[in-house]
């Protein structure tokens, strides 16, 4: 009875004691975790935006190599046919495979790069608006400096907006995961349809979950210092109807074949 | 605190410390972080990685690139590039036929099991493969039989995709399921599927999309199945334009008509003029529609299992990015953008990234066109 009381009730409640007193390292820990997850959502939005840019770059220097050549075969320093020889070399012009490895790899970086931001914004969310630039220095390096000045002066709605866009679409993005795995740990028994209901449920269940137990830290990391900044005390107020209206969003494009922002949320299983 | 207050902290840690978890697998299997911490643990320990590329997830793989897990590419266009069975084509249709299944399915099956070397002509299937064909064929047939007579082994191939297709007949796609199940097993397939479609995936028959629902012992296999299954669906291509339409320019070295030197060419030419109709040659979802300097006007056009399409130098796309196309789909009038001698279509096909000849393929209700030598 001894061993039965240890191993059902005291062990349990220990564990879950230890959890509190971690809590201090899981809520931060989870709420980053549902950022970077909000932010490979959002990347595939960089995707294209990227090759566009790409290929207009590619474009300009072509027209500017072509221009330079044609200016030089104009003044004899080279003849016609080498100048229109060299302006079609290959080397000048970037296939599409290249630009293609190109938008991604630059879509990577910004993803990663946006990553870092945002966890900056979020790690130093917790300092009210008097905080000045503190610890830095003229021994501290540029970069030192350059990363405290991103973590502390970015317009506070800015950071605020970002920094809850990104948690939603990561809360959405990990209810959908959720939904598959549930769904794979299923195989086996034939279950049919209750499969889905099942992982369905799973993943509204997690999705909810992220979403209300997280919302005080998100508010406390993002909100607060936007509100000291811009001396909008309705802010913290906004997050729920926002969340409710995400949620909507989201469930009305789910199963659509709308991409992008809502590949994670709505294209199924990750 | 009280007892409430403390129960609900610990409840909340609890969920609390669940996300984190859940979220740091999310993070690992879902996104380019995953790959990249792995590439990074694994140059710490000196060792080369073969997972999937960081980039893959941008492209809509599911963080899969069939070409990045195979053991080499060259595998797989080699044996794409030969394309010729050592069963004649014609006793290939004739068994297909005969067994009432897709030809195609019966074909990549034949080349993947066909043997190169001192005897090209010898079709070795697996153990498992063969002791089903076995039981499928006249009684009397020995294992030493089929290994001898490619053609009897070709019967018997067809025999286990017939019987693997009545379990999936009233499927979307029982030809492509039956020739899955015949690598991987029926009882793995269906188990795939049943998931996929619980996780409300409305294309669960499709390959990819069920692929990451089969059981553990299967989804080794479906790695090595790949390539059989992209075989088979290349043998069902069509060609993008009227087959009458001449090559100028067919795959491989050439001489370059700009630049007056020996260059890869990773494409064929068909000369056609401006305004011909370009069609869909497979299956497939429109993962770009846009302009470059060399290749003009483009649709790029991804039909799964690693193929790619991409069609050049158009006078106009008819279709967008993102959209779902089908076999022979108007896609686009051809035209003379980018770099470019004269009105034709640049059509290039890839598998696993490489280029392949289309022409080796040949192409579904159309003879091969004939290729020309190109003309400066």
Known sequence: MALFKVLVVKLPAAVLDGMVALRLLTEPLALVVLILLGVHGAADLFDDLLFTAVDTADRAVDATVRGALDGLAGMDWLQPDTAARWADDEALLIDIDRKEVLAVSLTLVAELLLDLLLLLWCMGGGADASTVVSGASVDDSRLIRGLRRARTRAPGLLRAAALVLAFVLGSLALGRWSSGRVASLLVGPDLGEAIGDVARFAGVLVMGLALLTLVPVVQRRALARAEATTGARWLRALVLPTLVIALLVAELTSGSSARGLWSLVGGGAA | ?376
Request: with cysteine; aromatic share 4%; hydrophobic share 45%.
């Open chain 2, 1 to 376: 605190m009280s007892a409430v207050q403390r129960l609900g902290a610990r409840l909340r840690a609890l969920v609390v410390t669940g996300l984190a978890v859940l979220g740091g697998l999310a993070l690992v299997q879902a996104t380019p972080l995953g790959p990249l911490a792995r590439m990074a643990v694994g140059k710490a320990r000196g060792q080369s990685y073969r997972g999937p590329s960081p980039l893959a997830s941008y492209r809509g793989e599911g963080g899969r690139q069939y070409g990045f897990l195979l053991p080499a590419d060259e595998k797989a266009v080699a044996f794409i590039a030969a394309a010729t069975s050592c069963v004649p084509v014609d006793t290939l249709l004739q068994v297909a036929r005969a067994a009432d299944v897709d030809a195609a399915n019966l074909r990549a099956l034949v080349d993947a099991h066909a043997v190169a070397g001192s005897d090209p002509c010898r079709v070795q299937l697996p153990a498992p493969l063969e002791g089903q064909a076995i039981e499928l064929l006249p009684q009397g047939t020995h294992r030493e039989q089929l290994r001898s007579d490619p053609e009897l082994a070709a019967r018997g191939l067809a025999r286990v995709l017939a019987s693997r297709r009545s379990t999936f007949a009233s499927e979307n796609d029982p030809d492509g399921l039956a020739l899955e199940a015949t690598l991987l097993g029926s009882e793995a397939v269906q188990a795939a599927l049943t998931v996929a479609r619980a996780a409300g995936l409305a294309n669960a028959a499709d390959f990819e999309a069920h692929r990451q629902y089969l059981p553990a012992e299967a989804s080794a296999l479906a790695d090595a199945a790949v390539a059989v299954l992209a075989r088979a669906r290349l043998g069902r291509m069509l060609w993008p334009v009227d087959s009458h339409f001449r090559i100028t320019s067919p795959f491989g070295d050439r001489m370059h008509p700009v630049l007056k030197v020996s260059k890869f060419h990773n494409g064929v030419d068909v000369a056609v003029p401006v305004g011909t109709p370009v069609h869909a040659t497979l299956d497939g979802e429109v993962t770009r529609a846009a302009s470059d300097n060399v290749s003009g006007r483009y649709l790029r056009v991804s039909h799964g299992l690693g193929i790619e399409a991409v069609y050049c130098h158009l006078d106009r796309a008819l279709v967008d990015a993102p959209l779902a196309v089908h076999l022979g789909d108007d896609l686009a009038r051809s035209g003379n953008t980018g770099r470019s001698t004269g009105p034709h279509l640049h059509f290039t096909l890839r598998l696993y990234g490489q280029p392949i000849d289309p022409l080796a393929l040949g192409a579904r209700g159309s003879p091969v066109p004939p290729a020309v030598a190109a003309t400066p």
